[in-house]
């Protein structure tokens, strides 16, 4: 279980996250949606440490997140990564098995196995010797995909990572997602579309600032949670 207690975050004097507090069980997917500036990469940041706290408290199975991790995988929005810098897909995902193996010792052989694994789970295992910069948006996000899961780890934050990518794209995501549901891992997604990929969620977090709604589908999207957060109808949005 994860479990965040009263996360606030400011910036210049006012409050870009509010007090939100949440929990979330083992084998989920959660999708965080909200308007734009909502606070939803903030939120997911701050979580991890990379971003100082006014105030909050955030646990994984117990156990303080920012103690363990080694146990914890994410992959930013794609605006936030160099794309030229200098490295091919296979040394990107083997980025993820650093920590296990050192900086300066050769990767074991289980390491070498879990990259290729992950790469030939996201079909990129054909362009692991490509430049990054030279593939696709799609195909950019598949790698970091691959990069989480060559990590191993029991926790996966995921911020937009359906924007700028193809519909292939789309449903490899997808079906890694609910694969590491059934292993019973834990996923937090940060999604900007509220169309039919809402469904694939369990929960979803309806976030502007402070948490506005958790639960179904059907127990956020009411029409005061939406008018709240976005500050118009659901039926103006359908449109």
Same mark, same amino acid.
């Given at each position: 279980m994860i479990e965040v207690e009263n996360l606030s975050v400011r910036y210049r004097g006012s409050y870009a996250l509010q007090g939100v507090s949440f929990n979330l069980d083992s084998g989920q997917i959660a999708g965080v949606i909200g308007p734009n500036g909502a606070g939803k990469s903030t939120m997911v940041k701050a979580? $991890? =440490?990379l971003?100082? @706290?006014v105030s909050g408290v955030v646990? *994984?199975?117990g156990q303080l997140l920012q103690r363990i991790l080694s146990k914890t995988a994410y992959v930013p929005q794609r605006a936030n990564i160099d794309w030229d810098y200098p490295t091919t897909v296979w040394d990107v995902v083997m980025m993820a098995r %650093? @920590? !296990? %193996? =050192? &900086?300066f010792r050769q990767p074991s052989r289980m390491s070498i196995e879990l990259a290729a694994a992950a790469l030939e789970k996201v079909g990129m295992a054909e362009l692991k010797g490509r430049q990054i =910069?030279?593939?696709s948006g799609g195909q950019q996000q598949r790698v970091f995909i691959a990069r989480a899961l060559a990590k191993q780890a029991?926790?996966?934050? *995921?911020d937009e990572p359906f924007t700028g990518v193809d519909k292939k794209t789309e449903n490899v995501i997808f079906q890694v997602f609910q694969e590491l549901k059934s292993e019973g891992k834990t996923l937090l997604v940060i999604n900007h579309d509220l169309g039919e990929t809402l469904n694939y969620y369990? !929960? $979803?977090? &309806?976030?502007? !600032?402070?948490?506005?709604a958790l639960g179904s589908k059907n127990e956020v999207f009411t029409p005061s949670n939406i008018q709240q957060a976005y500050g118009m109808s659901l039926g103006f949005m359908g449109k």
């Open positions: 979580m $991890l =440490g971003i100082p @706290v646990k *994984f199975n %650093t @920590v !296990k %193996t =050192g &900086l =910069g030279e593939l029991d926790l996966f934050l *995921f369990d !929960k $979803l977090l &309806l976030l502007n !600032k402070e948490l506005i």
